[in-house]
């Protein structure tokens, strides 16, 4: 198993760009995650999804989009870039509430953004 | 709300000495489990050790513990024998059994091992 996948590692964007943040599981889980980690903080979570079809915002989701047409991808949409949104993206899965270690998050390497 | 809080920022330990790490939260829920993160320079979050509130049993893995007061809303980290590899960024986090599955961490310990 690859695990949780994403790309790019690293992009350089222009204010008012758009681009959109792929991730991917190959565990089969319901649950998908973003979160954003800013330099010397936490994560926070952006969005969430509990399942194809299903998508909730979390703490921070001004500025992003997201979909989950699949199981196994769940895009995250940045549509008009600003340099607040400069910061490290974590994609995370888990297998939701089936029991033993399903619960717990696995999560991709990061992607980080830089805006300019 | 539940919070996590680690007022830890920042700790040093000498390689193959044992360190503590600590978190507290806050929360209402019976049932919940309790995750140690680490973040290492490459940025990759990795899951540490996981505890299951209901357990009154110490999770333990390899040279990994935890102390876990649900009394006192405590879940620390020791790390034994540390590693120079052992030298990240450590995160407590808290999820509950509801379904929204929403984790929430703490800000982190940096954790420096002098050789």
């Known amino acids: 198993n690859a695990g949780v996948t994403q790309t790019p590692k690293f992009r350089i964007l222009k204010i008012g760009q758009s681009m959109t943040l792929q991730c991917a599981q190959d565990?089969?889980?319901?649950?998908m995650y973003w979160y954003r980690q800013d330099p010397g903080m936490g994560l926070k979570l952006i969005y969430y999804s509990v399942g194809a079809g299903i998508t909730d915002k979390g703490e921070v989701p001004n500025g992003y989009n997201v979909s989950r047409s699949t199981t196994e991808d769940f895009p995250l949409r940045l549509e008009l870039a600003a340099p607040s949104q400069t910061s490290v993206y974590f994609c995370a899965s888990s297998g939701g509430l089936a029991g033993g270690y399903q619960e717990t998050q696995y999560f991709g390497p990061g992607t980080r953004l830089l805006v300019l | 709300a539940q919070t996590v809080t680690q007022s830890q920022p920042e700790m040093s330990v000498q390689e193959a000495e044992t360190v503590t790490l600590s978190c507290t939260y806050d929360?209402?829920?019976?049932?919940?489990?309790l995750f140690w993160y680490k973040q290492p320079p490459s940025r990759q979050m990795i899951l540490v050790i996981r505890q299951e509130a209901y357990k009154q049993q110490n999770a333990t893995e390899n040279r990994f513990s935890v102390n876990f007061q649900k009394a006192a809303k405590s879940f620390s980290l020791k790390i034994s024998d540390s590693q120079l590899g052992d030298a990240a960024m450590y995160f407590c986090?808290?999820?509950?059994?509801?379904?929204?599955?929403?984790?929430?961490f703490g800000k982190g310990t940096r954790l420096h091992i002098l050789p």
């Open positions: 929360t209402s829920e019976s049932d919940y489990y």
């Open positions: 565990m089969n889980h319901n649950y």
């Open positions: 986090a808290y999820r509950t059994t509801n379904r929204d599955d929403k984790i929430i």
